[in-house]
């Protein structure tokens, strides 16, 4: 197979998952959604969420003021833009349409979500529009209503009525504030209230993210038995696509990272596009997402089904690290603790391999590892976000890093954060991932070995030489810290018999 052409290989796939995959029903989670959740039925628990958010606030009145995702076209186009709904908005109202808005009356304790009235004749291009009506059967708030019968006026109405109170808004631009009532309005308090609550997650929440990573699993296993037929990146990322699609997962929860050989030590590959021939490893990190939630998944192991023996060494380093995590996470326990724990288990087995040379103490002080070999954080909250809320303290104690990128952390560089509260703690109902990698980057090293010269004593370059073709091995499961524990929510195969048991189950 592996001559034939793309179109041809996908066209086989197609038909052969047609046939042995059953779609899976939304049925089941249904079912355990309503079991979990008597209060709500069956509805995303945004009455219950506006109460949490309300308690973090700290405050027995007040109004939160929220906008959701506007409809809009291209530019310059009469085709719509890719819609994603805000998700400060959906934490609070379970609604994933358009032009909407929410209210929440803190002392009356009143829920409303606020939409447009439709345009009858939108039913010829889209079917029928949510109305007040569905929206109070499909989801768990206390009113809904057209926001031109009443939301401006609702809003001056409450300002008016409860002038000690504030209108809690997330950002001073949006939603549009009738300018009257700009003195009322609190930019400073609902967005990191929302983020705190974000962080732990309620049975609902769960079962969608256990939902998304069962069935993003499902996909990369699917991947792993099928690697025999792929000849090229483009291959994995339109079966992982096809995969989550067929099972009810329609979008994803980040670009798919599909990539082979020395593309493996760049984090964010995406162009997915290099041939597998002639290279050792996969390494894919990819996952859908299910009722607006993520997961988020990475597995490598090697094409042609059998690891060599220099990308069985830095697996089972990599997988050492991340068994290394799970015999410490429980609730208390900080994340960093883990982070640190992981990356001494790296640098002791670099140390075993040959690759770093000397003292151990010095080489710690090197920094080496994480800015060259374990460059990344060892995971992150996941929940509405990939990244969810509050991570970076998480992982630091730092401040929030969102809209930016994530620095390259440095052992040393935990030291220059203060600590913050206890986002830096691990809590029962957490969902994060654990994902430890060791990477082979060429660039990075030669960039590094220019700032700090002197570290070239501590390498083994002829040993260093045997690894730039592993390229790089990251694992990653999400799981939900539990009372004592962890539940690994992930079910992609990750042990070497495992994998090779897998990629080799057709040859
Ligand atoms: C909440 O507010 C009350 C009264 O304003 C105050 O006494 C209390 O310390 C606050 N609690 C927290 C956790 O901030
Ligand atoms: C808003 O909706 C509620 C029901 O959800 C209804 O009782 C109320 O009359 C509506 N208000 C207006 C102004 O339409
Ligand atoms: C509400 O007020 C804002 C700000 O003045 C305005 O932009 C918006 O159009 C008003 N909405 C309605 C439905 O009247
Ligand atoms: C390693 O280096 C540290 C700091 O430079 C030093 O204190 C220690 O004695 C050294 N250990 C050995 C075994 O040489
Ligand atoms: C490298 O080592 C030399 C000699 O030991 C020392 O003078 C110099 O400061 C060191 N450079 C760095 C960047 O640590
Ligand atoms: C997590 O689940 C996967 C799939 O069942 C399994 O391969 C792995 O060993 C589990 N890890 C732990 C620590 O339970
Ligand atoms: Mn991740």
């Known amino acids: 197979m592996r001559n034939t052409n793309v179109l041809s290989t ?50 027995t009145e007040g109004l939160i003021y929220l906008n959701g995702e506007q409809f809009r076209n291209n530019e310059d186009s009469d085709m719509p833009a890719f819609f994603r709904q805000k998700r400060y908005f959906y934490y609070l109202t379970g609604y994933d349409y358009p032009d909407a808005h929410v209210t929440y009356d803190i002392k009356a304790d009143i829920l409303t979500i606020w939409i447009l009235k439709p345009d009858p004749k939108e039913v010829l291009w889209s079917g029928p529009s949510p109305t007040p009506q569905s929206i109070l059967l499909a989801h768990d708030v206390d009113m809904a209503n057209y926001t031109s019968d009443g939301l401006n006026t609702t809003i001056i109405a409450y300002a008016s009525a409860n002038p000690s109170a504030k209108i809690h808004i997330l950002h001073n631009y949006f939603p549009p504030i009738p300018s009257e009532l700009r003195s009322f309005c609190d930019n400073t308090k609902l967005q990191y209230a929302i ?11 769960i079962e969608l993210i256990r939902r998304a990573t069962e069935i993003s699993s499902q996909a990369h296993t699917k991947i792993m038995s099928q690697i025999d037929l792929m000849t090229s990146e483009r291959d994995i990322e339109a079966m992982f696509i096809s995969e989550c699609i067929r099972r009810g997962a329609k979008k994803l929860a980040y670009d798919t990272i599909a990539c082979s050989g020395k593309n493996n030590a760049i984090l964010h590959y995406v162009k997915n596009d290099q041939e597998l021939e002639g ?38 380093l990599v997988y050492e690290m991340q068994q290394t995590v799970f015999k410490m ?18 640098l002791d087995g670099l ?6 040379t000397g003292n151990k103490t010095e080489i710690v002080k090197s920094q080496i590892i994480g800015k060259v070999f374990f460059p990344h ?27 930016k990128r994530t620095p390259v952390l440095a052992l040393r560089d935990f030291d220059a954060y203060t600590e913050k509260e206890i986002h830096n703690l691990l809590k029962p109902n957490m969902v994060i991932t654990a994902e430890p990698g060791i990477y082979f980057n060429q660039p990075l090293y030669e960039d590094y070995l220019n700032t700090f010269p002197n570290s070239t004593k501590y390498i083994n370059e002829k040993v260093l030489a045997k690894y730039w073709d592993v ?16 539940e690994n929510l992930t079910t992609a195969p990750k042990k070497i018999v495992d994998i090779e048991r897998i990629a080799r189950s057709r040859r």
Request: charged share 25%; aromatic share 8%; glycine share 10%.
């Open 471 to 486: 390229g790089g091995v990251r694992i990653e499961d999400c799981i939900r810290v539990t009372e004592n524990g962890f």
């Open 195 to 205: 983020d705190v609550c974000r962080v732990v997650k309620d049975d609902y929440e």
């Open 377 to 403: 954080g060892l995971g992150h909250g996941v929940g509405l976000e990939v990244h969810d809320t509050l991570y970076s303290e998480l992982i630091s104690a730092g401040p929030s890093s969102r809209g």
């Open 10 to 59: 996908l066209l086989a796939f197609l038909l052969c998952c047609l046939s042995l995959v059953k779609a899976e029903s939304h049925f089941d989670i249904g079912r355990k959604l309503s079991q979990r959740d008597e209060g709500t039925g069956n509805k995303y628990p945004a009455k219950s969420h506006a109460r949490r958010v309300a308690k973090q606030l700290n405050l």
């Open 329 to 346: 996470v429980k609730p208390g326990v900080k994340w960093r603790d883990c982070h640190l724990a992981a990356a001494d288990v790296a």
């Open 351 to 356: 140390m075993k391999l040959g690759v770093l």
């Open 279 to 316: 290279k050792q490893l996969v390494l894919i990190d990819a996952a859908a997402e299910y009722g607006l939630y993520a997961s988020d998944i990475t597995r490598t192991f090697p094409i042609n089904g059998r690891f060599t023996k220099e990308a069985a060494e830095i697996y089972s």
